[in-house]
């Protein structure tokens, strides 16, 4: 049984006429026929009397009957749990790296969220890439936004894609190669790289590395204890950093930034463990995936 068929069905009942009915559907009297014949022919019954007029047998009337009480107590289901999501309460939770500001995809997902369910919380916690991962496997973090290369490796948690950023080399204005064109990560071979501790950039420091000996050279490291001072010593000359457009250390007044063919775009994506209980969870990747 399809919805045409049964649109149909119901336009023939009121209407009392194929064509009239078809007048109404936008359908042709050979489409309203066709699928009223599809439905006795399903259901093994015969819904009308064909004459002058269409006449419903003591079978399509019960059916009509039965089919509209159904049609209404859908109706008012539909209203009630339309209603019941207007009201929902509760929390969830957002885990984004230390430093990093709201891109334009996750923006957009929260702002549409938070005003369909104004009652719900959103709270945010800014950790490194093992603590976020951590969170969420471990359901202390509802959600986090993370690079994709950063989770494939993440057995307990899923993700969807949210959006694509470059990844740029930060260096302070008065650098030697500011302002230049057609660099490459070599020409930056003697310079320190200038990462987070080194607990809280194991992932940073093997992708930096891995990158920089595809490049043709082994970087020089060079560890700041939070990124207050990593933002100090970059502005400071003291080396360099690598960082997307939305961070805040590609967003100072004293530093500049490029691109280089060696530092592709990466794919940042909202991870999430399918065990969650909270609620909410569901909520609102329900919503997320209806755009």
């Known amino acids: 049984m399809t919805s045409s068929q049964v649109e149909c069905?119901?336009?023939?009942?009121?209407?009392?006429?194929?064509?009239?009915?078809?007048?109404?559907?936008y359908m042709t009297t050979a489409a309203v026929s066709k699928n009223v014949q599809a439905l006795e022919h399903e259901l093994g019954v015969t819904l009308f009397w064909r004459g002058r007029t269409l006449t419903l047998t003591p079978s399509g009337t019960i059916l009509l009957e039965t089919m509209k009480r159904s049609r209404i107590s859908f109706s008012h289901a539909l209203e009630e749990a339309r209603s019941l999501t207007k009201e929902l309460t509760g929390s969830l939770s957002f885990g984004?790296?230390?430093?990093?500001?709201?891109?334009?995809?996750?923006?957009?997902?929260?702002?549409?969220f938070e005003q369909r369910h104004p009652r719900v919380e959103l709270r945010v916690q800014r950790e490194d890439y093992r603590h976020l991962n951590e969170g969420v496997a471990e359901q202390r973090l509802?959600?986090?936004?993370?690079?994709?290369?950063?989770?494939k490796r993440n057995p307990k948690v899923r993700y969807v894609p949210v959006t694509q950023m470059d990844t740029l080399l930060v260096m302070p204005k008065d650098h030697s190669c500011a302002g230049r064109e057609g660099l490459h990560l070599a020409d930056f071979r003697e310079d320190p790289f200038i990462l987070l501790s080194e607990s809280e950039s194991l992932y940073s420091a093997?992708?930096?590395?891995?990158?920089?000996?595809a490049a043709?050279?082994?970087?020089?490291?060079?560890?700041?204890?939070?990124?207050?001072?990593?933002?100090?010593?970059?502005?400071?000359?003291?080396?360099?950093?690598?960082?997307?457009?939305?961070?805040?250390?590609?967003?100072?007044?004293n530093v500049t930034c490029t691109g280089l063919p060696e530092l592709p775009a990466e794919d940042f994506v909202l991870i999430w463990n399918e065990h969650n209980d909270n609620p909410l969870v569901r909520v609102f990747l329900e919503e997320m995936t209806r755009g």
């Open 142 to 151: 509802d959600f986090a936004e993370l690079m994709e290369s950063a989770v």
């Open 96 to 112: 984004f790296l230390t430093g990093q500001m709201l891109d334009d995809g996750i923006r957009s997902l929260l702002m549409a």
């Open 206 to 213: 093997r992708l930096l590395r891995s990158t920089c000996l």
């Open 216 to 253: 043709g050279f082994e970087p020089k490291l060079l560890y700041a204890p939070d990124l207050d001072t990593e933002i100090f010593w970059v502005e400071m000359n003291k080396g360099l950093a690598i960082a997307n457009p939305c961070h805040v250390m590609a967003n100072g007044r």
């Open 9 to 25: 069905f119901f336009a023939a009942a009121e209407y009392k006429s194929f064509t009239k009915a078809a007048q109404h559907l």
